[in-house]
């Protein structure tokens, strides 16, 4: 799993443009526990039982979902809809745009 500094949460705190650079690394490196850790990160930082209120799941689900230790199986809609409304949570709206070349 890729290693990146350690994570201050305090600058994450209500700055969108720290929170989408922060998530751009995190999915540049591929790796999907990295990723779904980083955003975890993030929901941590701005309060767990916070953000699964506003984004009506459950805390406990929420929090081993986006633990970071094991692979997320993004393959199933449930939980790419409930990554999706963590992020919506956050003011964050992910955005795919074509790679360089094509």
């Known amino acids: 799993m890729a290693k990146g500094p350690a994570f201050g949460a ?4 209500n700055n969108p443009k720290m929170i989408a650079k ?5 999915l540049a490196t591929d790796d ?3 990723a779904t850790r980083a955003i975890g990160n993030l929901a941590r930082a701005h ?3 916070a ?4 984004a009506d799941v459950d805390r406990a689900g929420l929090y081993r979902s986006l633990r ?3 692979d997320p199986a993004f393959g199933t809609v449930l939980k790419v809809l409930k990554v ?8 964050i709206q992910l955005v795919a ?3 360089a070349g094509l």
């Not at 922060?22 to 995190?26: F, G, K, P, Q, V």
């Open 47 to 49: 309060g767990l039982g």
């Open 84 to 91: 999706l409304k963590v992020l919506t949570a956050l003011g």
């Open 22 to 26: 922060y998530l751009n690394d995190a």
């Open 68 to 70: 970071g230790d094991m």
């Open 97 to 99: 745009t074509p790679a």
């Open 10 to 13: 305090a600058k994450y705190r």
């Open 51 to 54: 953000i699964a209120e506003q």
């Open 32 to 34: 999907s526990v990295f």
